[in-house]
């Protein structure tokens, strides 16, 4: 009971002190590494993530330290950062910036190599999770270079590093479906999340979850899948062939014939060049049992991708619309990475997605056997 009445008490005096007149808002003390000494008499900038423009504040610098006061707010992802930023991977802020969420209260900023904002549970926790990351890709790109270097124990570590980290993301993301920092890890990490994971996701967010920036276009890319999904009838779109004449995909997919596969690709494409071999060879082996191949080419240089045709002897079907990553096709079957394949059984109909290397030709041997 004394417990329960401690709390009581606490919550009441909180209560008071808003009702006696001191108004709600947030309040951020901020310091920059001590390391940093070009900072004095810059700006620390308070931006809203995601909007054009989104600059709410800013904060002079004194003696490596910023501060900022602002009214009362419902939360929402934002951004601090004083320099021009560099690139950073899934779940990192460059260095000197750092995303958070603004709440009322009294909050902490650092920044530094790794910076953070701490003084609410849901920035401590993100914190905490974004720490975890750092911990787990620390030597990282030595095991790169040693991967290049044709090292395949590097290759183990590395992807047993990338396991933890997509591990600890998944783990905050599911306790999180209320939270915009959670949003915000899963449009970093929607690449390495598959689409049933993203869709139990979604179906346990909350509109603050789905009000970040970034989560409309995935679920709307969930719903182009589900239009293109196995089981679906291919759908149909025109482009041009090399010799520039219109083509539409129907001319070769669902003609009764063939089992055909698209291949989304692009000459600039580095994983779909190292695959290209295998790719070959499969329809080498399968041409004359009743598979073809319908590359859709994202460049958006014709010299290039005629050239990659000819010098890697893709000796099948090409077509194009040269619009790079807003090739129709492309949308069409919510391409929004490469290689992407889509086999397609001979009435039309779609049998699988991604399939590549030997799961192809497993694939293709079961449904050619007899031929």
Known sequence: MKKIFVLAVSIAALTGCNQGGQK????????????????????VYLSSFGKEGGVIDSALISKNAFTFEGAATQGELCKLSFEEEAAARPGESPAFSTIFVLQDGKMQAVLDTFSYVTGT???????????SI??????????VKAIRAGDREAEKKAYQIDMDVLNAVKTYIEANPTKLSAAKLLHEFRYYIDEEEQE???AKADSTFMSLPGIGPMVAHLEVL????PGKTFVDFEMPDPKGKMRKLSDYV???KKVVLIDFWASWCGPCMHEMPNLTATYKTYRKKGFEIVGISLDKEEEAWLKTIKEKKMDWIHLSDLKGWKSGGAALYGVNSIPCTVLVDKDGTILARNLMGDELNKKLEELLAKK
């Open 226 to 229: 589900k239009s293109v999904a």
């Open 134 to 143: 750092a911990s787990a890709r620390k030597g990282y790109a030595d095991l």
């Open 254 to 256: 669902g003609q009764g």
């Open 24 to 43: 709600a808002g947030y309040v951020i003390e901020g310091r920059i590494a001590e390391a940093r000494t070009d900072v004095e008499g810059k700006y």
């Open 121 to 131: 549970p849901e920035n401590d926790a993100f914190k905490t999770v974004r720490e």
């Open 200 to 202: 139990a996701i979604f």
